[in-house]
């Protein structure tokens, strides 16, 4: 029962000592608050987030709230409301700014900087100073962006932000396609087959040297592979050929219109010669980096035919049998 009476005790001592404690640091005493409204009583050109909430205070005591600088009603009605309105709405259609609309909404508020609408007041110095050094990063598009959003009547407000959010959304998207895109499909890492022919290893030493880039040509019409693949250096000479093993599946993906980077890694010295060392790195037909190629087909210099000279060649046909033996008797004059 004692406990029970100390504890009331405490209760009613309790909010006189808070009154006692707001009374000396000049805060008024929580009960005299009728609502959240009051947190605002003395200062109304402060907006609520300022009040405690998210983001900082702003330096400038006198910057106007959200609900003083959106367009209302009575702003509608004039024309320069209906100006700024429209210009607003046209330059958050796609959800972001480019050079263009920048400087159209900057014309627009130089035309109009004379006008006693609170939005063209509010927007003109921040236009200015965007637009001072001629240029204009994605932290001051972003910026323009959310100022021309506090700009717009509430309901127009939201549309601007959600069309905001699916231009990011896009953006990413397109990032994430150009980033695929740039990927390797199929990585190769080989040393370069048929070094040993027709003077190729005096190529490597005059021409070959590490990190250069190399040529790649699709041979299918080879007598020894369809698959045959090309090494070519910069200045056209022929080094040697992908090793089957790898040009198996290289010859599928260069068919198919990917493209390619070639590169040497490393020349080895062997017993016979140098031998170069590659890597050849396929990328989707969509990539867009600089130093990608797409492989050129060339047909096989050996033929058991000579080729025709033009479409409306005769088709070649072996020689009569005889004709070697009295073109001899002719020439020599035998009979």
Request: glycine share 6%; proline share 9%.
């Amino acid at each position: 029962m004692a406990g029970w009476r100390r504890s009331q005790s405490l209760r009613q001592a309790r909010p006189a000592a808070v009154n006692s404690l707001c009374a000396t640091a000049a805060i008024p005493p929580r009960a005299s608050f009728e609502g959240k409204d009051e947190l605002q009583r003395g200062q109304p050109d402060v907006p609520r987030r300022y009040l405690g909430g998210p983001g900082p205070r702003p330096t400038n005591p006198e910057e106007p709230s959200v609900a003083r600088v959106a367009l209302s009603k009575s702003d509608l009605e004039s024309s320069v409301g209906m100006e700024l309105l429209s210009m607003c709405q046209s330059v958050t259609a796609d959800g972001s700014l480019d050079n263009q609309e920048i400087a159209e909404l900057a014309r627009w508020v130089q035309r109009n900087k004379d006008s006693s609408l609170p939005a063209v007041a509010f927007l003109r110095p921040i236009v200015e100073e965007i637009i001072r050094d001629r240029k204009v990063t994605p932290e001051e598009r972003a910026e323009l962006y959310k100022v021309i959003e506090r700009v717009l009547p509430p309901e127009l407000r939201t549309i601007a932000q959600m069309r905001k959010k699916e231009a990011a959304s896009r953006a990413k998207a397109a990032e994430r396609t150009a980033r695929e895109a740039n990927s390797p499909l199929e990585e190769f890492d080989f040393m370069v087959a048929g070094t040993l022919y027709e003077g190729r290893l005096d190529v490597i030493r005059m021409h070959v040297r590490p990190a250069m880039d190399l040529l790649v040509f699709r041979e299918p019409s080879n007598p020894f592979s369809r698959n045959a693949c090309q090494l070519h250096a910069a200045r056209g000479a022929m080094i040697g050929f992908v090793p089957e093993v790898d040009a198996e599946e290289l010859a599928e993906l260069l068919d198919s219109g990917c493209k390619y980077r070639a590169r040497v890694k490393k020349v080895i010295n062997g017993s016979k010669g140098p031998l170069p060392v590659v890597t050849i790195d396929v990328f989707p037909s969509s990539c867009t980096l600089t130093d990608v190629r797409i492989a050129e087909t060339i047909r096989s210099q050996t033929s058991s035919r000579p080729k025709p000279v033009n479409a409306q060649s005769e088709p070649y046909l072996p020689p009569r049998p005889g004709f070697l033996a009295r073109l001899w008797k002719a020439l020599s004059g035998s009979k």
